[in-house]
């Protein structure tokens, strides 16, 4: 029972490359999310995929994009990468809205630019 | 602005005595609140929940009280235990999504 799975575990971009983080979820949830955590801030939503074929900006999602590939997969995309978007970047993904838990994260991307 | 606040980023406590973590938060419309522990280069692992119509949620050795009020939740974790020195991260449900807080590290000494 793998959960959440996110790839790569840690990667070095230098400024104005691009990458795509990958993420998926075993679980048959509906709901798949991506936050960002930096030191003393918690973790803040990026983008989030309430089912397949939707998604909706979270609080800070300028210099990302993302993708619901199907209901297993949610990518999120650095176009033009900054130093500003080092960070650990966690994916989510939770069975039903509106549910008070449920929510599984993956082990975290560590994403440093230089 | 930030809706969900912990102001205590460090809590120590002697193995065996009561650890209890605070968080605020300014948004009515949270209809749950989660608590989740981090170990380093891991992620965020769910601990217990309160839903907003309730006061108080027990789960072995960690209780939650709410004061919907106050707009405050607090963590009750006894005994504590050298295994629970984590980071402890208060979270708020909207249903779209959670918003965290900036996390309480907690070091429970032997």
């Known amino acids: 029972n793998a959960g959440v799975t996110q790839t790569p575990k840690f990667q070095v971009l230098k400024t104005g490359q691009s990458m795509t983080l990958q993420c998926a979820q075993d679980m048959n949830h509906n709901s798949m999310y991506w936050y960002r955590q930096d030191p003393g801030m918690g973790l803040r939503l990026i983008y989030y995929s309430a089912s397949e074929g939707t998604t909706d900006k979270g609080e800070v999602p300028n210099g990302y994009n993302v993708s619901r590939l199907n209901k297993r997969e949610f990518s999120l995309r650095l176009e033009s990468a900054a130093p500003s978007q080092t960070s650990v970047y966690f994916c989510a993904s939770r069975r039903d809205r509106g549910s008070g838990y449920g929510y599984t994260f993956g082990s975290g991307t560590r994403l440093t630019v230089v | 602005d930030q809706q969900v606040k912990q102001n205590s980023p460090s809590l120590s406590v002697q193995e065996g005595r009561i650890s209890i973590l605070n968080c605020d938060y300014t948004n009515s419309m949270f209809d749950y609140f989660l608590w989740y522990k981090k170990y380093p280069a891991e992620g965020p692992t769910f601990l217990i929940s309160i839903s907003s119509i309730k006061d108080k949620n027990e789960d072995g050795r960690f209780t939650v009280f709410l004061n919907k009020s106050a707009k405050h939740l607090s963590l009750h974790i006894v005994p504590s235990q050298p295994g629970d020195s984590a980071v402890y991260f208060c979270?708020?449900?909207?249903?779209?999504?959670?918003?965290f807080g900036s996390g309480t590290r907690l070091q429970v000494q032997p």
């Open positions: 979270a708020a449900s909207d249903r779209r999504a959670l918003t």
